[in-house]
C-alpha cells in the first residue's frame, strides 16, 4: 500500500499533534486533511515553519496546565460550611444538592458551574463531606463540603 508524508498543522486525534510528520494514504491527505488545512506537504520549509508554531503551542500548553495545577491547589484547600435542619440521628430534612454546592463555591469566590460539581447522589448527611470538581479535561480538585445543624 502505498502512503505520502504530510506535516500536521493542527492536532488531529488518532493521528499526532501539530508539526508531527505522518505517513497516512494519498486520499486521505487528498480528501481530509489538506482540504481541511490540518496538514501540509512535508517540506523543510514547512517543517521549520511548524517547529516554531509547535513550540508556541507547547508553551500555552504548560502555561495552561500550570494555571490547572494552581486552581486544583486552591479549591483543595477550600472548605465550604452550610446549615442545614436535621433530626438527631444527623440525617438532614432536605439535601445538599449541586446547585447549593455551586452556590457556595460562587460565594466563596469561586467561578464554576453546576456541570462541574460531581455528586454522585445528594448529600443526605451532617458530617465533612469530599466533593470532586470538575476542572479541565481529566482534572479534578476535592472541595471539603462541611454540613452543619442549623
Request: hydrophobic share 40%; no cysteine.
Amino acid at each position: 500500500m502505498r502512503s505520502i508524508s504530510i506535516l500536521l498543522k493542527e492536532n488531529v486525534k488518532d493521528l499526532g499533534m501539530i508539526g508531527d510528520v505522518v505517513s497516512v494514504s494519498p486520499g486521505y491527505a487528498r480528501n481530509y486533511l489538506l482540504p481541511r488545512q490540518l496538514a501540509v506537504s512535508a517540506t523543510p520549509e514547512n517543517v521549520k515553519m511548524l517547529e516554531r508554531r509547535r513550540a508556541r503551542y507547547e508553551a500555552e500548553l504548560a502555561e495552561h496546565e500550570k494555571d490547572v495545577s494552581k486552581r486544583i491547589e486552591l479549591l483543595g484547600r477550600l472548605q465550604l460550611r452550610t446549615k442545614q435542619k436535621a433530626d438527631d440521628g444527623g440525617n438532614l430534612y432536605g439535601s445538599v444538592n449541586v446547585t447549593l454546592v455551586a452556590q457556595l463555591l460562587m460565594e466563596a469566590g469561586h467561578q464554576v458551574d453546576e456541570r462541574d460539581v460531581r455528586l454522585d447522589e445528594p448529600i443526605k448527611t451532617l458530617g465533612a463531606h469530599e466533593v470532586p470538581i470538575h476542572v479541565h479535561g481529566e482534572h479534578y480538585a476535592g472541595v471539603q463540603v462541611v454540613v452543619e445543624p442549623e
